[in-house]
């Protein structure tokens, strides 16, 4: 297996604590930017990802680095619409901290790599939360605006208040991807930079009656 975190020390952690498991043998770790590179490397059956929050791109880009991989995710977010979202992305298994022991964690490792999933009951409570409200779930019409799925979702970042290099680690793409995109947000917005982007951003984007957007 191999564990991804932009963390070192907790990559040098997991690694320590699943060492004496005999059922689970740990390739090596690598952050988040280098992960796909790291999979395609090492062929691991099972990645443990370790992020807070998660990102569906981060989860899209281990998937597309090899389809059978199978992905737990480790994290501290207990936000519905990111842990469905990266359940939708390809990830077999999600733990939020506080809901797992150790030996727990070794157990959905084992699982994952058997193709068995393993939800933490917060993401379980997200899910069901999720299947019930669908028929009020709407695509929000954020790409309608121009831009594409991937355009919108980096927008949002750079909205949030992330630099290109830190989107490119969230979304395992290259910084150059990131900047090419920004271009064409501001192109397709009428947006003169930054700045003027996020502000279109705020008066275009829909939001629910909670307040966010809904989950598409």
Known sequence: MLIVSDNPVSRIGFASLLDSVPRVVVAGGAPADRAPAAVRDHAPDVVLLDASPPHPGAVGGLVRA?????????TATQDPHVLVQVLAAGAHG???????????????????GRGESSLSPPVVTALVRWLHDGPRRRV???????????????????AAGLTNRQIARRLVIAEKTVKNHAHQIYRRLGATGREHAIARWRELRPVSAGGGADIP
């Open 66 to 74: 090899a389809a059978a991989v199978r992905i737990v995710v480790v």
């Open 94 to 112: 999600c733990l939020t901290y506080g809901h797992f022991e150790p030996a727990d964690l070794a157990d959905v490792l084992v699982a994952a």
């Open 140 to 158: 929000p019409a954020w790409p309608g605006h121009g831009l594409t799925a991937r355009e919108a979702e980096i927008l949002d970042l750079i």
